[in-house]
């Protein structure tokens, strides 16, 4: 079946960091690309998503990028700041549902 | 925005007694999902539904189940709670061809069975 393999964490980074979370996948088919994010005592909120090859999504100051040739959809952001502090999980549409990674925490100190 | 709401965001139950988890929501969404999230395995799909009363088995239903007698309103019934129950339920929903669309999730039911 489809999964998604996502890296382990914890992440611990500066303010103004380079943040990459690598994210690969295993499909049969063209599946939707998701990333959500999961703040301190809160429910999962959609980051960005990515529906076909190629497709960049963004938000927030974050990107990935759905790449076929590698099953890769890794999140990236530019300069993070604490507010970014959070849980990160990648998933993927498989028929009916969600397939989840595992998820990543990630801390930004000032 | 989207609006999902559920009833408790801590409750704590003993063994052996049927617990109820609600669910609502405001966006007129024709699938509703329950989830279950545990350190280290992210989200496990435990039921999901596409249509009033239609209900089916996600990945791990066993000692779980489901209602959904009203469009905006999914419960999830644990028959007999066990300890190894103890877990973050969140509920999500989404509109369309299931899978397709984001999912919309509520803030999370952090359930204890002692």
């Known amino acids: 079946g489809n999964s998604v393999t996502q890296m382990e964490g914890p992440v611990t980074l500066s303010e103004e960091a380079f943040l990459t979370i690598n994210c690969t996948y295993t499909a049969t088919g063209y599946p939707s690309l998701f990333w959500y994010v999961q703040y301190p005592g809160e429910g999962l909120q959609l980051l960005l998503k990515?529906?076909?090859?190629?497709d960049k999504g963004s938000n927030k100051g974050f990107e990935a990028t759905y790449r076929k040739e590698t099953t890769s959809f890794h999140l990236e952001k530019g300069s993070v700041q604490v507010s970014d502090s959070a849980v990160y999980f990648c998933?993927?549409?498989?028929?009916?549902?969600?397939?989840f990674g595992a998820g990543t925490t990630v801390t930004v100190r000032a | 925005d989207v609006k999902v709401t559920q009833s408790s965001r801590y409750l704590v139950k003993r063994t052996g007694e049927k617990v109820f988890l609600e669910c609502v929501q405001d966006m007129d969404h024709e699938n509703m999902f329950w989830y279950r999230q545990d350190p280290g395995l992210g989200l496990r799909l435990i039921y999901f539904s596409y249509d009033v009363k239609m209900k089916e088995k996600g990945d791990i239903p066993e000692g779980y189940s489901v209602s959904r007698e009203k469009k905006e309103r999914f419960s999830l019934i644990l028959e007999s709670a066990s300890t190894n129950q103890t877990s973050m339920y969140l509920c999500a929903s989404s509109w369309g061809v299931l899978g397709a669309q984001p999912q919309h999730f509520g803030d999370g039911t952090r359930l204890s069975i002692l």
């Open positions: 990515a529906t076909k090859a190629d």
């Open positions: 998933a993927l549409s498989d028929d009916y549902k969600l397939s």
